[in-house]
């Protein structure tokens, strides 16, 4: 019997259009070779995360307007951003379990003809990865291990945090982008405060402490010997690779570590070319770590 | 919190306060706080910030120095990480108190960062909490990606008007950077 394709309802977010088609460039193409098909949310808007701190009903009603819309078209819905995951996933759950909540937020989609159901699921590209396609169809998708590279992850923390409410990896030691970039071949080092946050989410009030953090973490990761981070949110990528050159200048100092998706590592190992994966579009070169594959 | 060095007024204390914050979603534990201080050893902004304390947020709240925590900028850099929620050992859920504390906060104060400001405008007119730019959709098209999904800016705009935003945002004067 034909196994059954898994199907998903892509939700891009805001940062992937604005900023970063390199991410969502090369997630289609591994998604696609391995089987994954991806179908356009026909009717989109911001997850919601960027109103909760201004006042959270909005944020949940935005929320549930996505999921309302994924319910109808009857799919489960796939993010790459940890943020969209977090809020979606925790939204999904709440109004799900919680009838007070979901009655007063169904008061607001009667607006619009909608009613918050329950129906549908929300994943992450690394639940997709890990869950659905597993571990054994990946490696054997693998071509071209990666076997010269050692590699640094960052999970971030929407997609593990709060454990109560997301109860997947583990929030202190994550270990599934780790195990994720093992069957690429790479060696996947262990460093010292792995699970930190990148700090992005505050940069619009202040820079000097996300700078920081982020500093810090290249730090423990050039202590260990790592030719490169792999992250798997675009909000931490940004942090890390956008925002490089400036925190940079704000230590004077040099840094240089390229920051990749993780699909597109996982694409170099599956044998499709750095333009394939639009590893060109990366604001510092993987110019080494290219020659050395 | 960069005020804490002040003398505390009983004339300033809303006894009060602890109890409205408690029915609020998200916070409902917070009179569990025992001030191990756990949450602040292990908060990532705390490291690197003077005046950012979460146990000091949870004490001023207990305590009820209400008008101070509420026009508290500090409230502002808590970077959603939600460490001290997995770590607090009372489960106490700390950043979603500093969530409830900062709606509460822009209601009170009639004031917010510029940054929700802006991101508010865009999500109104676009739908996405960015303005994609006109090079980017066509790039997309270059790299052979699909368009951009279609927005209903139109239904974002009806969210912020039944969830009362809009009129928080009429009402809020802006701020811009918080040390």
């Known amino acids: 019997m034909a196994e059954e394709k898994p199907r998903y309802l892509i939700f891009l977010g805001c940062v992937i259009p604005y900023r970063l088609s390199s991410y969502e460039v090369s997630t289609r193409k591994v998604l696609q070779a391995l089987g994954v098909e991806l179908v356009e949310m026909p009717e989109y808007n911001c997850c919601g995360f960027p109103m909760d701190p201004v006042n959270h009903d909005t944020m949940l009603t935005l929320a549930a307007r996505n999921l309302c819309v994924a319910e109808r078209e009857g799919l489960n819905i796939l993010t790459l951003c940890n943020g969209c995951f977090g809020t979606l996933y925790k939204v999904n759950k709440t109004l799900k379990e919680e009838e007070e909540e979901r009655e007063k937020i169904n008061g607001y989609l009667k607006e619009f003809g909608m009613e918050f159901k329950g129906t549908i699921e929300v994943k992450h590209l690394v639940h997709v990865l890990t869950e659905d396609i597993g571990f054994e169809k990946i490696k054997g998708a693998v071509k071209k291990p990666l076997t010269n590279l050692r590699v640094a992850q960052h ?72 030719q490169a981070l792999i992250t798997v949110c675009p909000f931490c ?18 840094i240089g570590i390229p920051v990749l998706h993780y699909p597109q590592l996982l694409g170099l190992a599956m044998g499709f070319t750095p ?18 594959i | 919190m960069s005020q804490t060095s002040q003398v505390i007024k009983a004339e300033e204390l809303d006894p009060k306060f602890k109890y409205e914050i408690s029915k609020i ?63 607090c050992p009372q489960d106490v859920d700390v950043a979603h108190v ?51 999904p279609k927005t209903k800016p139109d239904e974002v705009a009806k969210v912020f008007e039944l969830t009362g935003f809009t009129k928080l945002l009429e009402n809020s004067e802006t701020f811009e950077k918080v040390e």
């Open chain 1, 275 to 292: 333009e394939e994966l639009a590893i060109n579009e990366l604001r510092v070169k993987p110019t080494q770590l290219l020659e050395q």
């Open chain 1, 237 to 254: 990528h940004m942090m890390y690779d956008l925002n490089q050159p400036r925190i940079e200048r704000a230590f004077n100092t040099k």
């Open chain 2, 25 to 87: 979603h998200g916070a409902e534990k917070l009179m569990l706080c025992f001030q191990c201080g756990t949450c602040t050893a292990d908060c990532p902004v705390s490291r690197y910030s003077e005046f950012y304390r979460p146990r000091k947020i949870a004490r001023m709240v207990q305590l009820g120095l209400k008008d101070r925590i509420l026009s508290d900028k500090h409230l502002w850099i808590c970077t959603t990480c939600y460490t001290c929620i997995d770590h």
């Open chain 2, 98 to 148: 500093i969530r409830v504390l900062r709606n509460m906060s822009v209601k009170h104060t009639n004031l917010m960062p510029l940054v929700y400001k802006e991101l508010a405008g865009n999500l109104m007119k676009s739908g996405f909490v960015y303005m994609i730019p006109e090079s980017r959709i066509r790039r997309r098209e270059q790299a052979g990606l699909p368009p951009l």
């Open chain 1, 155 to 226: 999970t971030g923390c929407h997609i593990v945090r709060p454990k109560k409410l997301i109860g997947k990896d583990d929030p202190e030691d994550p270990k599934l982008l780790k195990e994720l970039i093992r069957l690429t071949g790479a060696k996947c080092l262990d460093y010292m405060d792995e699970a930190e946050c990148c700090g992005n989410p505050i940069i619009g009030v202040n820079e000097t402490i996300p700078f920081s953090m982020a500093k810090e973490k290249f730090d423990h990761i050039m202590d260990v010997g790592a």
